[in-house]
T-cell receptor, first 115, second 115 residues
Framework: AQKVTQAQTEISVVEKEDVTLDCVYETRDTTYYLFWYKQPPSGELVFLIR??????QNEISGRYSWNFQKSTSSFNFTITASQVVDSAVYFCALSEAEGNNRLAFGKGNQVVVIP | KAGVTQTPRYLIKTRGQQVTLSCSPISGHRSVSWYQQTPGQGLQFLFEYFSETQRNKGNFPGRFSGRQFSNSRSEMNVSTLELGDSALYLC??????????????FGPGTRLLVL
C-alpha cells in the first residue's frame, strides 16, 4: 500500500525567508509519480510540480525547487523568498502504476508567511 | 481552457437524506476522480471514472456511488447521509493517454455540511 508522510504540520516563516517542506513516501512499485499540490483558503487544489520515479534530477521552477532522493524515499519541496500569497496548505501525493489516477496524499503542511 | 467546475459549491443536508454532486472536467479530459477531504482523515480517494466506467475505487461504504456520462461529466451520490459525511468533496480530471502519466487538475470542491 502506498503511504505519504508529511511530518511538519504548521510552519511559520517571515516573508522573504525560504521554507522547505518534507515528504517521505512508501511504495512497493518501481514506477510511480510524486506530486506537490497547494491548497489556498478557497479550497481548490492547485498542481505545482510532478516527478517520476525514473528521474532524480532536481530542478528549479521560479521560486519553487524540489529535491527527490529515491534512496531515502523523500521528495522535499522548497519555496524560495516566500511571499504572503504562498500562505496555504501544501500536499505531497503519490501515484503508483501507469494510468492509475489514485492519488495518496500526505496530511499536508500549513505554511503561514508573516509579512 | 476552462478548469474543472463543481456544483453546487455549498450544500447543507440533514442526516438520512441523500445528495448528488456534479463535476464537469476540463474539455478533452476523460478521466474524473473524486476525493473526500475532512480534518480528521485528510484527503481520501473515493473513485475514478473513465469512459463511463468505474476504474478505481477507494475504501468507502456502498452509500457512496458515482457515475460518468458520455460527455465525461460525472456525478457522485451519497445516500443516507451521516454526520461524518460532512466534508469538502473534490473532483479532479485528467487526460488519459496510453503509456503516459497525466496530472490531475482539481475543481474548487463542494462543501457539504450534514446536520
Amino acid at each position: 500500500a502506498q503511504k505519504v508522510t508529511q511530518a511538519q504540520t504548521e510552519i511559520s516563516v517571515v516573508e522573504k525567508e525560504d521554507v522547505t517542506l518534507d515528504c517521505v513516501y512508501e511504495t512497493r512499485d518501481t514506477t510511480y509519480y510524486l506530486f506537490w499540490y497547494k491548497q489556498p483558503p478557497s479550497g481548490e487544489l492547485v498542481f505545482l510540480i510532478r516527478r517520476n520515479s525514473f528521474d532524480e534530477q532536481n530542478e528549479i521552477s521560479g521560486r519553487y525547487s524540489w529535491n527527490f532522493q529515491k534512496s531515502t524515499s523523500s521528495f522535499n519541496f522548497t519555496i524560495t523568498a516566500s511571499q504572503v500569497v504562498d500562505s496555504a496548505v501544501y500536499f505531497c501525493a503519490l501515484s503508483e502504476a501507469e494510468g492509475n489516477n489514485r492519488l495518496a496524499f500526505g496530511k499536508g503542511n500549513q505554511v503561514v508567511v508573516i509579512p | 481552457k476552462a478548469g474543472v467546475t463543481q456544483t453546487p459549491r455549498y450544500l447543507i443536508k440533514t442526516r438520512g437524506q441523500q445528495v448528488t454532486l456534479s463535476c464537469s472536467p476540463i474539455s478533452g479530459h476523460r478521466s474524473v476522480s473524486w476525493y473526500q477531504q475532512t480534518p480528521g482523515q485528510g484527503l481520501q480517494f473515493l473513485f475514478e471514472y473513465f469512459s463511463e466506467t468505474q476504474r478505481n475505487k477507494g475504501n468507502f461504504p456502498g452509500r457512496f456511488s458515482g457515475r460518468q456520462f458520455s460527455n465525461s461529466r460525472s456525478e457522485m451520490n451519497v445516500s443516507t447521509l451521516e454526520l461524518g459525511d460532512s466534508a469538502l468533496y473534490l473532483c479532479a480530471s485528467s487526460s488519459v493517454r496510453p503509456g503516459r502519466w497525466e496530472t490531475q487538475y482539481f475543481g474548487p470542491g463542494t462543501r457539504l455540511l450534514v446536520l
